[in-house]
């Protein structure tokens, strides 16, 4: 193997720890704009001119990737992305990341979820100060097919339940989340 300068732990600048954070708020927020449906917020997320790849169901510029979630996501009554780790490279203006990710999804009926065990290959490039995504590509690891438990609150009566699009409790919980841009 070649050597791994770039992933070995080294002396970070102020500069460096800004930039790493800043990728880890873009993925934190691409795993929300999914979850809440918020295809605008999602939109900003990219370069103008980014793609994504999720092959065998996507794969090309990220406007067309945008227009194809919506009918994607409608067979799904709830979403969870989470990135487990992120592993940065950082070069100037241009970024790679592996971020180990969980998604987790729930068959409108409620009866089953879905969970895709896997990890984005991420390029990222800082434009005019504000680094974005220029091409995300998903690999899948592993997969799970499970039943679900019924009922939406397993004993715990009261609690708020999250749910696709504007409606989640969280925009009212979090106002400055459902802010226009």
């Not at 708020?25 to 790849?53: K, M, N, Q």
């Not at 995504?133 to 397993?154: C, M, V």
């Not at 715990?156 to 106002?175: K, R, Y």
Request: hydrophobic share 40%; proline share 6%; glycine share 6%.
């Amino acid at each position: 193997m070649s050597e791994h300068r770039n992933l070995a732990p080294h002396p970070m600048t102020v500069d460096e720890m800004v930039a790493r954070e800043s990728l880890r708020h873009l993925v934190a927020a691409y795993g929300h704009a999914i979850d809440r449906r918020d295809w605008s917020l999602l939109r900003t997320l990219y370069h103008p001119d980014a793609t994504d790849d999720h092959t065998p169901y996507y794969c090309g510029p990220v406007d067309g990737y945008i227009a194809w979630l919506p009918t994607m996501m409608a067979n799904w009554r709830a979403t969870i992305h989470t990135a487990v780790s992120a592993l940065i490279v950082i070069e100037g203006d241009h970024a790679q990341g592996e971020i180990a990710a969980r998604a987790w999804h729930l068959t409108l009926d409620g009866s089953r979820q879905f969970v895709a065990w896997g990890r984005y290959a991420d390029h990222y490039e800082r434009r005019d100060s504000v680094w974005r995504f220029a091409k995300r590509s998903f690999i899948l690891d592993h997969a799970e097919d499970l039943p679900a438990q019924t009922g939406n609150d397993f004993g715990s009566a009261g609690v708020a339940t999250g749910c696709a699009g504007e409606d989640d409790p969280v925009h009212v919980w979090l106002p400055w989340f459902s802010r226009p841009l």
